[in-house]
């Protein structure tokens, strides 16, 4: 009686203006006052319930999950998650709101529940499950499969996708694929930051970004030591959009190489403009 006693103030409170100082602190405070157990059952009564609400229990739930839950919590929170993805296979409207839950709670759940997350939303294959896909899998490395990433990639030309491969894949595989990132990647930082921990990289993989990124080619050539010609390096510069940032990075290269007459060369130029 008592749980239900909160759960109607909670709805009240819900319906009201989300500005109202007093009224956010009320909903808040309600919240507060479920243990564990109730409040799954609360999460559980109000998937349709307005965005405040929900916010609000799910906060709830996680800073009590940050606490020491007993054996018993851990596996009602498991059941919580199961009736959860039944309800958003009834009713897709459901989906992301059970989505961003799953998410939000993903650390705290035990492997077999994480694995079966990870599956639904790989066999959704959207923009938007990927998305949380690949978050779950970055915030758990032990779970990323490089595969399924380049799969994806290959598919959406989804900029996150490439930016796990360059972060998560391991130094042989970047290696493979770093022809098709420095090739279709638009991202020069992503880029960079593949080919930095790449094995190995073809002289081939070296031109095309030259001819296609060059100030994220200066700038490999500073990190991992390459040797550029003056005339080449200056030919670079000139290749990048005025006042840009890929200008500024690329001035910035010569500058940690020590480049000083190719910075003299581009100071006269500059000023004569």
């Known amino acids: 009686m008592a749980n239900d006693y909160l759960l109607h103030r909670i709805l009240q409170l819900g319906q009201a203006p989300s500005f109202d100082i007093d009224r956010r602190s009320l909903l808040h405070a309600y919240v507060a006052c479920f243990n564990f157990n109730d409040l799954c059952a609360a999460i559980r009564s109000t998937l349709h319930e307005s965005t405040d609400v929900r ?8 800073r009590l999950l940050r606490e020491i839950r007993t054996p018993e919590e851990l596996s009602a929170l498991v059941s919580l998650i199961d009736e959860m993805l039944v309800a958003a296979e009834a ?10 839950f799953c998410s ?10 994480q694995h079966e997350i990870l599956e639904r939303w790989l066999d959704r294959g959207t923009r938007g499950a ?15 499969n490089s595969d399924v990433a380049l799969i994806y990639w290959r598919r959406s030309n989804d900029y996150r996708a490439a930016k796990s491969l360059a972060y998560q894949a391991s130094k ?9 990132i420095a090739e279709s990647c638009e991202e020069g930082w992503i880029i960079a930051r593949a080919a930095t921990r790449a094995s190995s990289i073809s002289d081939a993989v070296w031109q095309t970004i030259q001819d296609r990124n060059p100030a994220t080619y200066l700038y490999l050539c500073l990190k991992l030591g ?19 940032d890929e ?25 004569s403009r």
Request: aromatic residues 4%; charged residues 25%; proline residues 6%.
């Open 226 to 244: 390459r040797i550029i010609s003056d005339e080449d390096a200056v030919e670079l510069v000139s290749s990048c959009p005025t006042r840009s």
């Open 130 to 144: 990927m998305a949380r896909w690949l978050k779950a899998t970055r915030d758990h490395p032990e779970l990323f």
């Open 55 to 62: 916010l609000a229990l799910r906060g709830h739930m996680l």
């Open 172 to 180: 042989t595989h970047l290696a493979e694929i770093l022809p098709e």
């Open 91 to 100: 009713e897709k409207p459901l989906q992301t709101i059970v989505d961003a």
């Open 247 to 271: 200008r500024g990075l690329a001035i910035w290269a010569l500058g940690q190489m020590g480049m000083v007459s190719v910075l003299d060369r581009i100071r006269e130029a500059s000023t």
């Open 104 to 113: 939000a709670v993903f650390g705290h759940l035990p492997v077999p529940t």
